[in-house]
């Protein structure tokens, strides 16, 4: 999943796996369903925002559709949870010209924004994380601008998938799987 990368639109280097699945998607009916949002609510703010590989996703999205003028810096905004490492420094560094609203938000010990270890394949997060070191059920949180911060979740070594699943309360796999629908807390 990690071993072979290609270019990117915006710039750099991401994981063949997340371009690859990112086309498909966009090719699928993604693009006829944008555009034909965009053109319904042209004043409209464009929101990207993913957990997981979803994560990585919007990532490659709001990065694909600044660099190819079918969004703008100032009115595209990305928030993710629990994204892997997607691309190379050259794509951070792209990413962070591009979309400048940007956060990676990161709950405590989850292990996949971990992954792959940090300089492992030249694989390199974007900037702006906020990293609950609790529960999430309180606004209590760390925000660290830097790419690879050791301040926010770099900063400790024990991680753990069950943070990866429960984001702010909600059990995410199974809720997403329920079409977002009935108790999120399980």
Known sequence: MYRNKTAWFGGGNVGFYFARSYNLLWNAGMKEDFN???HAYPGYEIWVGGHSLGGSMAALASNYL?????????NLKMITFGEPRTGDKAFADAHDKMVTYS????????????????????FHHHR???WY??????????ECDAQESPFCSDSHLD????????YFGMFISFYGRRNCTGDPSN
Request: hydrophobic share 40%.
């Open 36 to 38: 034909t949002l965009k």
């Open 66 to 74: 600044v660099a190819n003028g079918l969004a703008t810096s100032s």
């Open 103 to 122: 956060y990676r938000i990161v709950h405590h010990k989850d292990i996949v924004p971990h992954i792959p270890l940090n300089g492992m394949a030249e």
């Open 128 to 130: 702006n994380e906020v």
């Open 133 to 142: 070191d609790n529960d999430m059920l309180k606004a209590v949180f760390k």
């Open 159 to 166: 991680y753990e998938i069950e943070d990866h699943h429960r």
